[in-house]
C-alpha cells in the first residue's frame, strides 16, 4: 500500500492544541500552513467527495479550498474556529462547483455516474454499511450534511454550531438525535 | 425497541457508508508541492530570513530520513516489515506487537448509589489501550424521557499518575507507556443521563500486568502482491464466459483461527471510463465443490478491514473444516447506464406562498421519458429547507434527476429506484425553500443494465491438516449453517397446529397473521401492528397496537379488546391465558416489566429496571425477565416470584447478542432459548444458569417459540430480508424440520 510522503496522523495529535501553535507558526511562515493543510486534507476531502461524488472532482475542489484557505489566510481572525473557517470555505467551493456544473440539481447522477473511469469508485463493504449508506441517501440534505460535517470533517459540535451558526446543544441533540433514528431504522432492517 | 446510545462503533459505521475513497497519496503531494511553491514565494516577499525552530527541524528531519529510508528500501518492503508485528487477539482485534502485551491484573468494580460500574478486561499494546467496561443499575429515570432532549456524552480517559489523559482513539485510548503499570479509568458522566440524576465522576483504579503466556495472539499474515483473482465485466450471471484477471476482489490478511479462517481483503470494482455500478447484494463465498461457506462479520477487525483502501475493506470469518479450495469469493450488482437519449419531461406544482414542513403534496402525476413510466407519487417539504420528490418507477429505472427552474440547489441526493421495488426518492435543498408555481424537470434518467459477478479467490499457502473433514458436531448441537440445507417438511404428524407469524402483508404493511403449520388458512388477525403473542391455547392473540396499546384477538370470534391503561409491547402470556406480562413504560421507568390481568385490573410494576426483556412465565408461578448491562453486551437475568412479590437475580448472559436478545423460556420452565452475540447463532441455558450451551449455529435465528409439547420453533432470515423460514427442532433428539408453508417471523407456536 502506497503510502504519502507527508505524514497523515492527524487523529492521534491533539487537534486543537495542535492547531493554535501552528496557525501562530503559520502567521510568522507561510510555510506552515502545509502543516494545517496536512491536519485537514483527509477531512476536507472526504467531505468533499460525499458532497460531489467523484474522485477527481472532489480532489479539484479540495485543492481550490485550500489554495483559496492559504491566500486568504491573512484574513482569518477566528482563533480557535479554523475547522468552522476552512470548512465554510469547502462548502462554498462545492456549492460552486455545483453552480458551474450544467444539470447539477441532484447529486443523484454524482453519486450513481462517475463521469470520469474511478477506480476508487465508493463501493459499500458490508450488507450493514450499504443498508445505512441507503438510509442516509434518503435523509434530507441537512441532516446528511450535519453527518458529513460531524464524521467525514471530524468537526467537534462547537465547530459545527460555529459553521452552521446554531446553538451548540441543538447541533449536538440533532446529531444524536439522527443516529439513533438511522440506529433503529437499521435494526428494523436487519431483525 | 431497546435503549441506544451511540456507540462509537455505530459512528464508524455511518463514516463508512459515506464510502469515502482513501485519498490517494499523489494528490496530496501534488497539493502540498504546490502550497509550499505558494509559501516560499510569499516567505520571501515578508520574511526573507526565516529560521526553524529546534522542534520543526526535528520533524523535518525524521520526515527527511523517512523519505530517504522508503526510497532507499521501498515502499513495499518497509510495508512488509511493519506488517510482522501485528497479532490477532479474539475479542480485541489485531494488535501492535512491537511491545510486550499487558492485561487488566483483576476487574475492578465501583459501586455508587446503587450503580455498578465494571471495567472486565483491558489489553495494553503498543498501539492502543483496549478497556472492556459495563455498568448496571441506572435508573430509567436518568435518562430523558422525550427524544430531543440528550443527556451527558463527556468522553471517559485513562488518567496516569503524572496526571497524562489518555484520551479515546478509533478502536480504545491511546497507549499506556511501557513503564506505566497503573493508570485510573474516568468516567465523567454516565452516558445519556440527565444532569444530577446518578452520579457523576466515576474512576476506577487499574493495574495492568504481562499478559499471560496462554493468551490466544494469532498472527495476521499478510498477503502481498494480491492472489489472482478474476471477473467477468460484462457477463450476466450465467454466462459462461472466460473470466478476465482483474483485482476487483482481493485478499490482503489471513488470520489462521483454531477452526477455520478470517479473511480480510477489499472490493473495488475495476471500471472503464463512464462505466458504474451497484451492488445488489452481500457477499457471497463458495468453495471449489460449489458448496456456500457460511461466514460470519467479525467485528474486532473492524480497524484492519477500515485500511482497506478505499474504504471497501470486507472480511468473513468461517469454519474450515471440509472445505475445498480455493474459495470463490463473489459480489453482484448491476451496470447503471445513462439513458440513450436526453429525454426530458416537465411539469408544474404549486407549493403556495408558505409551504410548512412535513406538508405533502400528492401528485400521482405519470411521467413517461424514453420509453420508461415514472409515476411521481408526491412531493413532501421537509424541516430543512428541502424538497423531497418520491418517484415509483418501472424496474429498469435506476434514478433521475429532478431541478426546480431557477432555483439552484445546495444539496441533495436519492436513487435506487428498480433495485427497490421501483420506490425511490430523491430530495433538493434549497438556502430558502422556492414558494409558489414551481416548474419542475425531470431529466438524466440512469437505467439498470446487465447483472455483474465480481470474484476474487483464495487459497490457504498450506493445507490444514489440524482440521477433520467431517468434524463431529458438538453436543447439544443441533443445526449449523450447512445442516440447514439437509432439512426435510415437517410430516404432517408433526406440523399439526398454528404459528403467528409477523410478515409483511400482500396490502404491503407489516402485520400479523395466523397459520395452519402447512401453510395453509392464513387468517390475518393484526393488519398494521406487531409484537404479537400467541395464548398457549392458540385461541387468542396479544399484540402491542399501533398506539402502543395492548390488544387481544379472539381468534374464533375476531372480537377484539383493549386492555385499559396498558401500553407496551414484548408481550408474554401466563400459562393459565389470565394475565399478560409487557415491556412499557410509566412513572420514571422506560421499557420496565408490567403484568396486567386480562380482565383489566390496574397493570403493576414488577420491576423498575431499565430497558428490560421478558423471558416468560414458569409452572411455578415466576416471571423471568433480563436487563440489560450498559456496554459489555451482557444481560442480567432475574426470575420474580408473583405470589410473594420478591425478585430474585439468577445469573448473567454473556454470549447473548445486545440488539434483540428475543429470550423464550419453555413451557415446562427448563430452558431459556436466547439468540447469539452474533446475532445468527441460538443458545439454551437453564433458567439456574446452568448447562448453557450453542443449540443452532450461524443459521440466522430471529424469531424464537416453544410449544407445550417440547417443540423449539425458530425463524431464520434469508437472503430476502422480508422473508424468513421457519423450523421446528426437538431438542431431546435433534429432530429438525423445515415448514415451507411459513415465511415470515415466529412470534407463536402451537402443536396440538
Not at chain 1, 496522523?9 to 507561510?30: F, G, L, N, V, Y
Not at chain 1, 492559504?70 to 468552522?84: L, P, T
Not at chain 1, 465508493?122 to 450493514?128: K, Y
Amino acid at each position: 500500500m502506497a503510502e504519502s510522503s507527508i505524514e497523515l496522523t492527524s487523529e492521534k495529535i491533539d487537534r486543537m492544541t495542535d492547531e493554535i501553535r501552528i496557525i501562530k507558526a503559520a502567521r510568522q511562515d507561510p510555510k506552515v500552513f502545509g502543516e494545517l493543510y496536512k491536519l485537514y486534507v483527509e477531512q476536507v476531502f472526504g467531505y468533499l467527495y460525499s458532497r460531489i461524488g467523484n474522485l477527481h472532482e472532489a480532489e479539484d475542489v479540495t485543492a481550490q479550498t485550500f489554495l483559496a484557505a492559504f491566500e486568504s489566510f491573512d484574513k482569518f481572525r477566528q482563533e480557535g474556529h479554523f475547522a468552522s473557517w476552512l470548512f465554510g470555505i469547502a462548502r462554498n467551493k462545492a456549492m460552486d462547483h455545483f453552480r458551474k456544473r450544467k444539470n447539477t440539481t441532484s447529486i443523484d447522477e454524482v453519486y450513481d455516474i462517475p463521469v470520469e473511469n474511478d477506480p476508487l469508485y465508493g463501493v459499500i463493504q458490508s450488507e450493514q454499511t450499504a443498508a445505512l449508506s441507503k438510509l442516509i441517501q434518503a435523509l434530507p440534505e441537512e441532516d446528511r450534511d450535519l453527518l458529513r460535517l460531524r464524521f467525514l470533517a471530524d468537526m467537534s459540535f462547537p465547530e459545527i454550531a460555529y459553521l452552521l451558526h446554531r446553538n451548540e446543544e441543538a447541533v449536538k441533540k440533532t446529531t444524536y438525535r439522527l443516529l439513533a433514528r438511522l440506529h433503529s431504522q437499521l435494526e428494523v432492517s436487519n431483525d | 425497541m431497546t435503549e441506544w446510545i451511540s456507540s462509537s462503533q455505530f459512528e464508524e459505521n455511518v463514516r463508512q457508508s459515506f464510502a469515502v475513497p482513501k485519498i490517494r497519496p499523489e494528490f496530496v503531494d501534488q497539493v502540498y508541492g504546490d502550497l509550499m511553491q505558494r509559501a516560499i514565494a510569499k516567505s520571501r516577499k515578508h520574511h526573507p530570513f526565516f529560521r526553524l525552530r529546534p522542534a520543526w527541524t526535528i520533524a523535518l528531519a525524521i520526515l527527511t530520513l523517512a523519505i530517504i529510508g522508503m526510497l532507499a528500501i521501498g515502499p513495499q518492503r518497509v510495508y512488509a516489515e511493519f506488517l510482522k508485528l501485528f497479532g490477532y487477539i479474539p475479542g480485541v482485534g489485531i494488535v501492535d506487537q512491537s511491545n510486550p502485551i499487558r492485561v487488566l491484573a483483576e476487574p475492578v468494580s465501583v459501586t455508587r448509589d446503587g450503580i455498578t460500574v465494571t471495567v472486565t478486561s483491558a489489553t495494553l499494546t503498543g498501539d492502543r489501550t483496549q478497556i472492556a467496561y459495563r455498568i448496571f443499575g441506572v435508573p430509567g429515570s436518568a435518562y430523558p424521557d422525550r427524544e430531543d432532549v440528550v443527556g451527558c456524552w463527556s468522553r471517559e480517559y485513562l488518567r496516569l499518575a503524572d496526571g497524562t489523559q489518555l484520551a479515546q482513539i478509533n478502536y480504545g485510548y491511546e497507549p499506556v507507556p511501557t513503564s506505566v503499570n497503573e493508570a485510573v479509568f474516568v468516567i465523567p458522566c454516565i452516558a445519556n443521563t440527565l444532569p444530577g440524576k446518578v452520579p457523576e465522576n466515576w474512576e476506577l483504579p487499574l493495574r495492568f500486568v504481562p499478559a499471560p503466556q496462554d493468551l490466544t495472539v494469532m498472527p495476521v499474515i499478510e498477503l502481498s502482491p494480491s492472489p489472482q483473482v478474476t471477473l467477468n465485466p460484462n457477463a450476466t450471471t450465467n454466462d459462461t464466459s472466460i473470466p478476465t484477471a482483474d483485482n476487483s476482489v482481493t485478499v490482503s490478511k489471513v488470520i489462521e483461527t483454531s477452526d477455520g479462517y478470517i479473511l480480510i481483503g477489499s472490493f473495488q470494482p475495476q471500471s472503464k471510463p463512464g462505466e458504474s455500478f451497484q451492488q445488489t447484494g452481500a457477499m457471497e463465498i463458495h468453495d471449489a465443490s460449489g458448496k456456500k461457506v457460511a461466514y460470519t462479520y467479525p467485528q474486532d477487525v473492524n480497524e484492519a478491514i477500515n485500511q482497506e483502501p478505499g474504504g471497501t475493506g470486507w472480511a468473513a470469518q468461517f469454519k474450515a473444516a471440509g472445505l475445498v479450495y480455493p474459495l470463490n469469493i463473489n459480489f453482484s450488482g448491476v451496470h447503471l447506464l445513462p439513458s440513450a437519449s436526453d429525454a426530458t419531461a416537465q411539469f408544474t406544482f404549486d407549493a403556495g406562498s408558505n409551504p410548512q414542513p412535513g406538508q405533502v403534496w400528492d401528485l400521482n402525476q405519470q411521467i413517461q421519458l424514453d420509453g420508461h413510466t415514472l409515476t411521481l407519487v408526491s412531493i413532501t417539504a421537509n424541516s430543512q429547507r428541502s424538497y423531497s420528490f418520491n418517484f415509483q418507477v418501472d424496474p429498469k429505472v435506476y434514478s433521475v434527476g429532478v431541478q426546480i427552474e431557477g432555483f439552484t440547489p445546495i444539496g441533495g441526493g436519492g436513487g435506487g429506484g428498480g433495485l427497490a421495488n421501483g420506490k425511490f426518492n430523491t430530495s433538493l435543498a434549497y438556502a430558502q425553500l422556492p414558494t409558489g408555481e414551481l416548474t419542475v424537470d425531470i431529466f438524466h434518467m440512469v437505467l439498470i443494465g446487465d447483472s455483474i459477478t465480481w470474484q476474487g479467490q483464495w487459497s490457504p499457502a498450506t493445507p490444514r491438516t489440524d482440521l477433520p473433514a467431517n468434524p463431529t458436531l458438538q453436543s447439544g448441537l443441533c443445526l449449523t449453517a450447512d445442516s440447514l440445507t439437509q432439512l426435510q417438511p415437517a410430516p404432517s404428524t408433526v406440523a399439526n397446529g398454528k404459528a403467528l407469524i409477523y410478515e409483511k402483508l400482500d396490502t404491503g404493511t407489516w402485520g400479523l397473521a395466523v397459520y395452519n403449520l402447512d401453510g395453509r388458512q392464513k387468517q390475518v388477525v393484526v393488519p398494521n401492528g406487531n409484537w404479537g403473542a400467541l395464548s398457549s391455547d392458540g385461541s387468542q392473540v396479544a399484540y402491542s397496537a399501533s398506539d402502543n396499546g395492548i390488544h387481544i384477538v379472539d381468534l374464533a370470534s375476531l372480537t377484539e379488546k383493549v386492555l385499559p391503561g396498558a401500553g407496551g409491547f414484548n408481550l408474554h402470556w401466563s400459562p393459565d391465558g389470565t394475565q399478560i406480562a409487557y415491556v412499557g413504560m410509566g412513572d420514571g421507568v422506560i421499557n420496565s416489566v408490567f403484568v396486567i390481568t386480562t380482565d383489566g385490573t390496574p397493570a403493576r410494576l414488577i420491576s423498575d429496571l431499565s430497558y428490560e426483556s421478558i423471558i416468560g412465565w414458569s409452572p411455578d408461578g415466576k416471571l423471568y425477565f433480563v436487563a440489560p448491562y450498559t456496554g459489555g453486551a451482557a444481560w442480567k437475568v432475574y426470575s420474580y416470584d408473583l405470589a410473594s412479590g420478591t425478585t430474585q437475580e439468577r445469573f448473567n448472559i454473556e454470549n447473548g447478542t445486545p440488539k434483540f436478545l428475543n429470550p423464550m423460556l419453555s413451557p415446562d420452565g427448563k430452558w431459556i432459548a436466547y439468540r447469539g452475540r452474533d446475532n445468527s447463532s441460538l443458545y439454551l441455558v437453564h433458567p439456574d444458569g446452568s448447562d448453557m450451551h450453542l443449540v443452532l449455529d450461524n443459521v440466522g435465528a430471529v424469531g424464537i417459540a416453544w410449544t407445550s409439547s417440547g417443540w423449539l420453533g425458530v425463524s431464520i432470515g434469508t437472503d430476502d430480508p422480508y422473508v424468513q423460514k421457519v423450523l421446528l427442532i426437538n431438542l431431546d433428539t435433534c429432530d429438525s424440520y423445515i415448514l415451507n408453508g411459513l415465511h415470515g417471523q415466529l412470534e407463536g407456536l402451537v402443536i396440538k
